[in-house]
C-alpha cells in the first residue's frame, strides 16, 4: 500500500482533540479566521497537502474525522472503512492542526434525526447514478460540520470533483458563509490518486490501478492536440482501460467543470458532439480493479496536464 511516513519531532505540539459541540466552540472561541479539512480519517498526504495549505492561510485550523454512515449504502464498505486513529493523531501534528473535531454517530445523528440535504442537478449522474444516496449524505454532513464548526475557509480535494461541485452548489444555494476552496490532486509516483481505499489494494494491485490515470492523461493528450470529438476523447481513454482485464469500468465522461453544462442531466458530455474548446473541462473516472472501487479526473487543457 501507498505508506504515509510520520516523523513527529519535539516541536510539534499535539493537537486539542474533542468530540462535542460544546468542547468545539470553547477550542474555537476568539481563535481568528478558522480553516477547516473535513475527513473520514486514515490521512494520507492528499490529507496532510490540504492540512498545510490551510495552515498557511488561516488562524486556526480544524481537522474533522467521522466516517458517516449516511454516505455509505446498505452494500458498501463502512464496516471495512480503514481507521488508524493513532496515525491520524500522528499526521495532524505533523501538518500543524490545533482542533481535531471527532464526533460520535449520535452527536451528528441523535435519535428522530429526520432532515437530509438534497443538491439536485450536479449530482444526479455519475457517483450520484452509481452510488444512491451518497451525495445526500456527503452534503448533509457537510453542511453540519460547517454548521458546527463555523470556518471562514474549508479545504477539499479535487479528486472527488463531483463531490467538490455538490458542495459548492450547496454553499452558494443555501447561502453558507465559507469560502470552499479545492486543491489538485495528489498522486503516487505511478500516478495513481492517492485514496484511503488504496490501503485495500497490495503493492503491485496499486501499480496496476495506476491504469486509470494513464486513460484520463490519454484523454488529455488527444484533447491537447486539438481533438474535440467527446467520442473520440473518451475513445482515447477506453483503449487505455482495455489494456488490463482487471478493469471494471463504470464510467468514463467528460463534463464541463462545474458539473452542468450537459445536455441532459445525468449523462456525459459525450452525448454531443464536440466538446467546448475551453478550460471548463474535465475528464472522470470510475472503475473496480480488484473488487475495490476507484475514482480519479484530470483537466482538459491545451497543453501538457497539471495532473489534478
Request: contains cysteine.
Amino acid at each position: 500500500m501507498t505508506e504515509l511516513t510520520v516523523t513527529e519531532t519535539a516541536s510539534q505540539v499535539r493537537p486539542q482533540v474533542v468530540s462535542s459541540p460544546e468542547d468545539l466552540r470553547a477550542a474555537l472561541a476568539g481563535r481568528g479566521r478558522v480553516g477547516l479539512v473535513p475527513t473520514m480519517g486514515y490521512l494520507h498526504d492528499g490529507h496532510a497537502t490540504l492540512m498545510r495549505r490551510a495552515r498557511e492561510v488561516c488562524d486556526v485550523l480544524v481537522v474533522s474525522i467521522f466516517v458517516n454512515p449516511l454516505q455509505f449504502g446498505p452494500s458498501e464498505d463502512l464496516a471495512a472503512y480503514p481507521r488508524d486513529l493513532e496515525r491520524d493523531l500522528g499526521v495532524v501534528a505533523g501538518a500543524g492542526v490545533d482542533v481535531v473535531f471527532m464526533p460520535g454517530v449520535e452527536t451528528m445523528y441523535p435519535p428522530r434525526f429526520d432532515t437530509r440535504v438534497v443538491v439536485s442537478g450536479v449530482s444526479e449522474g455519475l457517483d450520484g447514478a452509481s452510488r444512491p444516496g451518497h451525495f445526500v449524505g456527503v452534503a448533509t454532513v457537510v453542511l453540519k460540520l460547517l454548521n458546527l464548526v463555523r470556518p471562514d475557509v474549508a479545504f477539499f480535494g479535487e479528486k472527488d470533483w463531483q463531490q467538490l461541485a455538490v458542495l459548492r452548489q450547496m454553499v452558494r444555494d443555501l447561502n453558507v458563509p465559507v469560502e470552499v476552496v479545492g486543491l489538485p490532486t495528489v498522486r503516487a509516483a505511478s500516478g495513481l490518486a492517492l485514496s484511503s481505499r488504496n490501503s485495500y489494494l497490495d503493492p503491485q494491485q496499486q501499480a496496476r490501478a495506476a491504469v486509470l490515470s494513464r486513460a484520463l492523461m490519454a484523454v488529455q493528450a488527444a484533447y491537447a492536440s486539438g481533438e474535440r470529438s467527446a467520442v473520440k476523447l473518451r475513445q482515447a481513454g477506453l483503449d487505455v482501460l482495455a489494456q488490463d482485464p482487471e478493469v471494471t469500468l463504470d464510467y468514463l465522461s467528460v463534463v464541463g467543470r462545474d458539473m452542468q453544462d450537459r445536455d441532459i442531466p445525468g449523462r456525459d458530455i459525450q452525448d454531443r458532439e464536440v466538446v467546448d474548446n475551453g478550460p471548463m473541462t474535465r475528464v472522470l473516472v470510475a472503475a473496480r480493479m480488484f473488487g475495490v472501487r476507484l475514482i480519479d479526473n484530470m483537466p482538459l487543457v491545451s497543453g501538457e496536464p497539471d495532473s489534478a
